[in-house]
Every structure is written in structure tokens, then in C-alpha cells.
């Protein structure tokens, strides 16, 4: 049971280099989420994705791009990293309840270093 | 906009006591639902509970009972006679109904400590 699985789960970038997370889930979900975790304020949404070929912005979407070209795949990319975005990121995704919101699967998260 | 509010954000208590964790949220939406995750040590974020705004019954889980009350917007958590491995953050979160999304919104956590 792979489940959310996220790469890389360590990453060290200089201030202004750039570089993609990549998240996969085998769940068939239809949404995706990339959160952020900083220490004392939980987890903040950055993008989140509802369907193959759709993103959408999310709490502090500034700084990063996503694409979700397929279904199974949701990237997260800095262009040009900032040491304001060292953090943990956190993929998760769920199903589509029409009538239930379904809770979210998370992968193990990523810790990325911007120097 | 909601909000959710841990307002304790660190607890240390010796094993075998019981310990709440409390959990404040915000809304105007009438249907929402409401969740409490746990992060162990090694980071993963696991799944707890869910509970829908219109079923306000308490709920226990072995070791686990959450008190969920509209009157004071509160959703709390307790852990009875609590164990070393239930060190870990716990994070409270919210979910609107019908939001294009399901996105959750989280509370800061609250980082508890079972000592032996």
C-alpha cells in the first residue's frame, strides 16, 4: 500500500535555484492538496488540485507553480527559492463525497532547506 | 473565513493521566466538518476522526473520546490514561461542505508529551 508518496523527502537549495516536488498517490483520488507546515501554525494550503488538468490557489500560493497533468501526479514547483520557503511540505489527496467530505491522506513530507 | 484555534500549544503529562486537548473553530457555514489528526515523531500525518456539524454526539475510540459542542464552538480531544506513544502533535482542522476542494483548515497543533 503505497499510498501518497512524495519525493524528494530531504532537499537543500541556495536562495534563487529552483526545483519541483513531485507527489503521487495510487488511490485513484480525484484531489490534491501541497501543504506547508511551519513551526506554531499548523498547516497552511498552498495549491490544491480537483481534477486532472485543473489547480487552484490556495492560503499562500505565492512563490510556487503546480501542474497536474495526471491524474496520479501532483508537482509543486519553486522557481526561484527564497529562505522564507524552508519548510515541510505535505501532499495529501481524497476521494469525492458528494454528500461526505473525505479526510485527506497525507504522504511523509519533505523537508526542503533554502540557504 | 474560518479558523480553528489550538490554544495549547505544548503539553507534558506522566503516563497513565488523562489529558484534553482542546480545539476552538470558526464558521459562519452552517455545515462543516470538523477532524483531529495526529503527527508521530517520524512526521506522517494520520487520520483520527471526522465528525459532520449536525451529529453532535461524543464519541469514543478505545482510549480516544472527542466532545464535540455548537454552543461553544469546541471540538476537543481526550486521551485517557495516556500512553508513551501517544507523544506526538495533534492537530485539530475544519472543512466546509461543498467547498470545491475539501481543503482543510488547520489549528497550530498542539504538541503533547507522555513521560514513562
Known amino acids: 500500500n503505497a499510498g501518497v508518496t512524495q519525493t524528494p523527502k530531504f532537499r537543500v537549495l541556495k536562495t534563487g535555484q529552483s526545483m519541483t516536488l513531485l507527489c503521487a498517490q495510487d488511490?485513484?483520488?480525484?484531489?490534491m492538496y501541497w501543504y506547508r507546515q511551519d513551526p506554531g501554525m499548523g498547516l497552511r494550503l498552498i495549491h490544491y488540485s480537483v481534477g486532472e488538468g485543473t489547480t487552484a490557489k490556495g492560503e499562500v500560493p505565492d512563490g510556487y507553480n503546480v501542474s497536474r497533468l495526471k491524474k496520479q501526479n501532483f508537482l509543486l514547483g519553486l522557481e526561484s527559492a527564497a529562505p522564507s520557503q524552508t519548510s515541510v511540505y505535505f501532499c495529501?489527496?481524497?476521494?469525492?463525497?458528494?454528500?461526505?467530505?473525505?479526510?485527506?491522506?497525507f504522504g511523509e513530507g519533505s523537508r526542503l532547506t533554502v540557504l | 473565513a474560518q479558523k480553528v484555534t489550538q490554544a495549547q500549544t505544548e503539553i507534558s503529562v506522566v503516563e497513565k493521566e488523562d489529558v484534553t486537548l482542546d480545539c476552538v473553530y470558526e464558521t459562519r457555514d452552517t455545515t462543516y466538518y470538523l477532524f483531529w489528526y495526529k503527527q508521530p515523531p517520524s512526521g506522517e500525518l494520520v487520520f483520527l476522526i471526522r465528525r459532520n456539524s449536525f451529529d453532535e454526539q461524543n464519541e469514543i475510540s478505545g482510549r480516544y473520546s472527542w466532545n464535540f459542542q455548537k454552543s461553544t464552538s469546541s471540538f476537543n480531544f481526550t486521551i485517557t490514561a495516556s500512553q508513551v506513544v501517544d507523544s506526538a502533535v495533534y492537530f485539530c482542522?475544519?472543512?466546509?461542505?461543498?467547498?470545491?476542494?475539501?481543503?482543510?483548515?488547520f489549528g497550530g497543533g498542539t504538541r503533547l508529551m507522555v513521560k514513562p
Open positions: 495529501a489527496s481524497s476521494y469525492t463525497g458528494q454528500l461526505v467530505t473525505g479526510e485527506l491522506f
Open positions: 488511490m485513484n483520488h480525484e484531489y
Open positions: 482542522a475544519l472543512s466546509l461542505w461543498g467547498n470545491a476542494g475539501n481543503m482543510l483548515t
